[in-house]
């Protein structure tokens, strides 16, 4: 596909359920990003892959959160025994290139979460 | 600790006039870069513009620029000759050398009035 995407677009859980969300990077693309965008808010970090290695975690809010990119390409985010603050949109990221302070993430359209 | 600060959480201007969008950052880290990014009401992040810290010249896409003043810490930008189109969220990002995540600002809401 031409761009990042994200399925699904739109989950209704509710509280205690677990959840996957996916994410498919731009072709060819390195490195993958996963962030959380609480309402009104900027996005924050929470997990970094290079290839099919997980290079930086240190934003998952919890060990609920855990996240994969078992063959380099497809990422899933899962989130288990889901509570209210999980709710939010999770934006996934891609990139081409690492190493340099310039490197254009390409964002997803997000996957918007609603915890009941 | 790395920090992007955006003091504007909304603001409206007329369509066809110049706007300023705030940001200062915070960081120790001699490499990095600063990147603005756009969120219409749909929720995608659209990449605007990245200055370099190491860039000499302010960094210009179409109608944007970057107004990057290294010593005071500031990257505002500038949109010149806003379009109704220009309505939305616009975050102020960095990105540090040593890191791989993109640090966020909470975001300005700009509002293009008819």
């Known amino acids: 596909g031409a761009g990042v995407s994200q399925s699904p677009r739109y989950k209704v859980a509710k509280r205690g359920q677990d959840v996957a969300l996916r994410c498919d990077p731009i072709s060819g693309h390195v490195s993958l990003f996963w962030y959380q965008q609480a309402l009104g808010q900027g996005p924050e970090f929470l997990t970094y892959?290079?290839?099919?290695?997980?290079?930086?975690k240190s934003g998952l809010p919890s060990d609920r959160f855990f996240a994969e990119r078992p063959e380099g390409s497809v990422s899933t985010l899962k989130i288990q025994r889901t509570q209210q603050e999980d709710s939010a949109v999770y934006l996934c990221?891609?990139?081409?290139?690492?190493?340099?302070?310039?490197?254009?993430?390409?964002f997803g359209p997000g996957t918007r979460l609603t915890v009941l | 600790a790395q920090k992007i600060t955006q003091t504007q959480p909304g603001m409206f201007v007329q369509e066809k006039e110049a706007v300023t969008l705030d940001c200062t950052y915070d960081?120790?880290?001699?490499?990095?870069?600063l990147f603005w990014y756009k969120q219409p009401s749909s929720g995608e992040m659209i990449f605007l513009i990245y200055q370099g810290s190491y860039d000499q010249q302010n960094a210009t896409e179409g109608r944007y620029s970057l107004n990057f003043q290294k010593a005071r810490k500031s990257a505002n930008l500038v949109i010149s000759a806003s379009q109704l189109g220009d309505s939305a969220m616009y975050f102020c990002?960095?990105?540090?050398?040593?890191?791989?995540?993109?640090?966020f600002g909470s975001g300005t809401r700009l509002s293009i009035r008819p």
């Open positions: 990221a891609s990139s081409l290139v690492i190493g340099h302070s310039y490197n254009e993430q390409f």
């Open positions: 892959f290079q290839n099919e290695a997980q290079l930086d």
């Open positions: 960081t120790s880290d001699p490499s990095y870069g």
């Open positions: 990002a960095m990105r540090y050398s040593s890191a791989s995540k993109i640090i």
